[in-house]
Every structure is written in C-alpha cells, then in structure tokens.
C-alpha cells in the first residue's frame, strides 16, 4: 500500500513548550492506525498541523505525495483530508440534515452556488440520506443540532466529516465524554468505515484501540516513542510503563 | 434505518426548508395593501421601506454571516451620494441612477471587505465604525462636491419610467420604494436557502469546522459583505433619490446605530426581523419625537435597555405569537418513515 499521508521532522513549539518533536510518521492507503499516549502528549496538536488548524514551527506534512505544509484546511479537505474535533465543532443552530447537506455540497463544489437551494442537485438526498443512515441519524435530522442528545452530536461529528468523502479520515477521541450507554453506536459507526478510507484514531480506550488498529503510534511528550504492529506495541515494556500506567489513574 | 427510507425524508426536508410560510404570504399582502389603505402615510411608509431593507442587508452579514458591525451607514451614505450626485451631474434617470449608486456601493463594500476578514468581534466593530467617520469626514471635506455640511442641493429626479412624478405625498416614492424592497428581499431570500447562504450560517456557527469541512471562509465572507453593501447601495440610492437631497447624516454614526437597533427590535437571522423591526421603530420614532421632540433617543434607549434585559424572544412571543412563527422555521419535521426509531 502507498503511504498517503506522511510527516517529515514535523516541529511545534508553544514558547518554550515543545508540543510536537522530529516527528516523522506514516500513513498507509487503507489502513486502520491509532494514535496513542498520555494528556497532553501532543496527539490533538499533531492533528491540528496535519490539518492546517496550526502551522508548525518545522518540517512538512504531506498527502498523496504532495506538500500540503502551506494549505489553508479548506484547501487540505478537497485534498480528501478530514478530521473530526476532540471537543465538539458542530453548527449548533443548523440541523444535521442542514449540516450533512452542507458538507455535501461543498464537497461536490457547488458550495459557491448562491442561486440554487440546497438538495435542488442531483445526487444530494441520495448521499445525505446514506449518510444519515450509517450514523443512525436519520429520527433526528430535522432537530437543531444544539437540542441533540452528546451521544447523537458524537456521532453527527464523524457525519460531518465523513461527507467530505476523505481518503484520509482522522478522528480525535470520537467517544469522549460519551455515557457507556452510548459508546457502542459510535464504535460500531467506527468500525464500519468503508476499508478505501485511511482511518488514525486517537483513543483511550485500549479495548478499542486493540480490536480497530492494525499499527499503533505511541506519542509521548511531543515524540513519537515507538510504532509497530498492535502485537510489537502492546507488548512494549516501555509502552506499559509510560502509556497504559497513565491510563490507569488517567 | 436504510438509506432508502430516509430517502423522502431528507428530499423533504431540504425542500420544506425554502417553502413559502403563510405568514410570510400575509406579510406581503399587508405591505402592499398599505399603499392603498394609507394613502396619507406614504412618505412615512416610504421612509420604512427603505430603513427595512438597509435593516435585511445589515441582517445578511449579521444575522446570517456572524459579522457585526456599528458602521454599515458607510454604505447607506455612500450609495446616497452616488445615487444623488449621478443624477445632479449625469443622468435625472431613477433607474440608471439606482444601478449606478448600487454598483458604486457594491464596489465599496469589495474593497473594505478585506478589513473584516481577520479579527474578533471588537476589532470589527472599531473597524467598520472607523470606516464610516472616516467617510462622513471626507463628505465633509469635499464640500465643492457633496454640499458638506449643508447637504446636497438642487438633486431633481426625471420621472419613473418616464410616467410616474416623485410628487411630495410620496405616492410615487413608496410604489418605487416597496417594489424596490420587495425585489431586494426574494434576492435575500433565495441566497438565503442557497448552499452558498447556509454555508454562511456555518460560518457563523463554527468557523473553525466551517473550514473543515471545506468551505474557503474568507471568500464567503467577502461575497456577504459585498453583497450586504450593495442592498445598502440600493437602500441608500432610493432614500437619495426620493428626498431629492442627499446630507451628511446619511453616513452618520446614528444611523449606524439605528439599524443595529432595527435588527435588535425585529431580531437578526430570518431576513423579516429587520423588515418588522423597521416598522416598529419608525413608528415608535414618529410618536416618540411628537412626544418629546427633543429626548425621543431617550426612549428609544431605554425600550433598547428593556428589549435586551428582557430578551427579544420571550417579549415578541408575548406581543405577537405571529412573530415567532416568521422565525427560523424548524425544518419540517421528517416523513413518518423518518420518525420511527431506527
Ligand atoms: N494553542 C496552544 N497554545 C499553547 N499550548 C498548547 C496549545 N495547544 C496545546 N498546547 C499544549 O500542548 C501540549 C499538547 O496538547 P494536546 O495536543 O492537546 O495533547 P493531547 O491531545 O495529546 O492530549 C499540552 O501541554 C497543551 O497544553
Ligand atoms: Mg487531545
């Protein structure tokens, strides 16, 4: 498989916090990675340069082979790469119907169009309702998203990004916050994925971690401590003793 | 749930979201039936025609786009003064004279768009303030052409169409005033069930996820704006054009400050608060002013005061529920398919 996204020397400093250290990490086209390591170990700054959110202080990030360092994120995401937020980044006063057919539309580049209402194209309410139905949104699409239960919002989270049609799918602790009860649904939205879309997951939970990802990145204090399969990983006497201590009173 | 029973639902919902609400019709038909059933109020009327579509283009950066701003007399005035100088100097014509005041506003509102664009909430507030003074001072300075402190003199309009007289009760006036705004307001409309205007309301709501999603957020909010400042070009090419007169308080700080009221009386976001707001002030303004001729802004701050401690919804609930319902409409309600628990 072809690396689709890759990191060279990737640096950020926060004053004199280094935040993101010589990072240097590779996606491949298909696969399911996660990204793990303690708070504040520099997981969601990472995805905010990938993104474009924060520019980093050194290095280049590329996609598809291309230097995307320079992109705006709007550039980068009809590059096909798309994130969701750890804490919620949803438009509260839109329902997600609005808001799927939003990310739609801007996808299929009529997001410009100020003439024609929204879903009067081909092809709109076909996608929307596929979308919907995969994050068994569908009993809620024409309720503001503000009114939306956490779980449900979770959920429309990765909706959103997931109209993009991304080839590059990062997700920032998708279940954070999110009652037990409700934890299954967005697992299961996780899990189903199509296999053409790259998926990094950003997650605590090790269950979780261990059943999705085929190779894991340990992140600790801005570097990357080691990557491998989940089985090299898991069984990292370094790992256990920086990550998953952590994780016990974390 | 599948994809194919929620088919219906979305198609429409997406749908229901652009139908005409029967209090919209009922609005409409009021407005129109003013002409004819207030026949002695038309230059009042007239004046509220052109304060309410100012009001919708405040409303489209504001209420849809998120961008505030204490300055958007600066186009008001401006396609004021073009609209009134272009028939003074070039051309009597009040439909070549309004598209000229248009453009002109139009191209305004391109170029200090870039001023928007970065910052918070304060900065914008100062900065478009400090572009409307720093246009009502150069009105000032240029007295050779504007008139300065003395307005612009001597602005006469060749008759609409060739037909219609400006007469002073306004007939003329308020016919070409209302069309004007009820033309400007299915534009606003449209825009704002296009994808183009949610993305604006996307904007509004999350501009870090906006971009997330795609949307190149600078170059929306350079469109809005300049789209804002043309239906200000409009509202002020018509107030020129029917008063004949054109002065500096056009590009004051007041009128800033008015229909910032407007929006906040009649509520931002749904294009008819600022229509409703400008009837409710113009009337307030009228009766006040012949109350208290001197202090009427005394009252219009303290029902401002009023309005925002008590919150605009819970007091137009109480007056009107017929202005709730104008509000937002909540998408319709998915099909029966849709409600069943998936
Ligand atoms: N915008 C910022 N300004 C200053 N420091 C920041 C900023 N964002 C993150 N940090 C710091 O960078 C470090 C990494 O944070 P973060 O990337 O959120 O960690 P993680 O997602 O792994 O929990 C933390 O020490 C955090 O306080
Ligand atoms: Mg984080």
Redesign the pocket.
């Known amino acids: 498989m072809a690396t689709v996204l890759e990191t060279v020397g990737l640096e950020k400093r926060f004053g004199g916090l280094v935040a993101t250290s010589d990072f240097n990490f590779k996606l491949e086209g298909g696969e399911r990675h996660a990204l793990i390591g303690p708070?504040?170990?520099?997981?969601?700054?990472l995805?905010n340069q990938l993104t474009g959110v924060l520019p980093p202080t050194a290095g280049k990030v590329l996609l598809m082979g291309e230097d995307i360092t320079h992109l705006r994120p709007d550039q980068r995401v009809r590059r096909g790469l798309a994130r969701t937020f750890?804490i919620n980044q949803l438009f509260l006063q839109l329902t997600p119907l609005e808001t799927i057919a939003l990310a739609v539309t801007e996808r299929m580049g009529h997001g410009n169009s100020w003439w024609r209402p929204v879903g009067s194209r081909a092809g709109i309410t076909d996608e929307v309702a596929e979308i919907a139905g995969r994050f068994h949104l569908g009993d809620v699409l024409g309720e503001k998203t503000i009114s939306l239960p956490y779980g449900r919002q979770r959920l429309l989270e990765i909706a959103v990004a997931f109209a993009a049609r991304p080839r590059v799918l990062l997700l920032?602790?998708p279940a954070?916050g999110v009652p037990e009860s409700e934890r299954h649904d967005i697992l299961a939205a996780v899990a189903e994925l199509p296999r053409e879309v790259t998926v990094l997951l950003?997650e605590h939970d090790m269950d979780l971690v261990f059943s999705f990802a085929e190779r894991i990145t340990v992140m600790v204090n801005g570097a990357q401590l080691t990557a491998g399969t989940v089985d090299e990983v898991s069984h990292d006497p370094r790992v256990r003793a920086v990550y998953l201590g952590e994780a016990d009173h974390g | 749930m599948t994809k194919s029973e929620l088919n219906p639902a979305v198609a429409n919902g997406l749908k229901a979201r652009q139908r005409w609400h029967p209090a919209e019709v009922v609005f409409w038909l009021i407005a129109f039936s003013s002409y004819f059933l207030l026949p002695g109020k038309h230059l009042i009327l007239n004046e509220i025609a052109i304060l309410a579509l100012f009001a919708i283009s405040l409303d489209l950066i504001l209420g849809y786009a998120g961008i505030v701003s204490l300055g958007h007399a600066a186009f008001l005035g401006f396609g004021a003064y073009a609209a009134a100088l272009f028939a003074k100097h070039i051309n009597p014509d009040p439909l070549i004279g309004l598209a000229f005041g248009t453009i002109t506003t139009t191209l305004l509102g391109f170029i200090t768009s870039f001023l928007v664009l970065r910052g918070n909430d304060l900065t914008r507030l100062m900065i478009t303030l400090g572009v409307a003074l720093l246009l009502n001072e150069l009105a000032n300075q240029l007295g050779w052409l504007t008139g300065g402190a003395d307005g612009l003199q001597g602005v006469e309009m060749a008759p609409l169409l060739g037909m219609f007289r400006f007469d002073m009760f306004g007939r003329t006036a308020y016919a070409y005033s209302l069309i004007t705004l009820f033309v400007m307001f299915l534009i606003a409309r449209r825009i704002s069930y296009s994808s183009f205007g949610l993305s604006l309301n996307a904007i509004r709501d999350n501009s870090l996820r906006a971009s997330a999603i795609g949307i190149p957020v600078n170059r929306r909010l350079i469109a809005i704006y300049t789209i804002a400042a043309s239906f200000a070009g409009v509202a002020g090419s018509l107030m020129a054009q029917t008063s004949q007169y054109a002065s500096l308080d056009v590009l004051s700080f007041e009128k800033s400050a008015d229909v910032m009221l407007v929006l906040v009386i009649g509520g931002a976001g749904y294009l008819y608060g600022g229509m409703i707001g400008a009837v409710v002030f113009k009337i307030l303004q009228d009766w006040l002013s012949a109350l208290t001729p001197q202090y009427w802004h005394f009252w219009i701050g303290l029902i401002l005061v009023i309005i925002v401690l008590i919150g605009r919804e819970r007091m137009s609930q109480g007056v009107a529920g017929i202005v709730a319902s104008f509000k937002r409409k909540t998408p319709a309600a998915p099909g029966p398919a849709a409600k069943a628990e998936g």
């Open positions: 708070n504040g170990a520099g997981k969601t700054t995805i750890q920032d602790e954070a950003i």
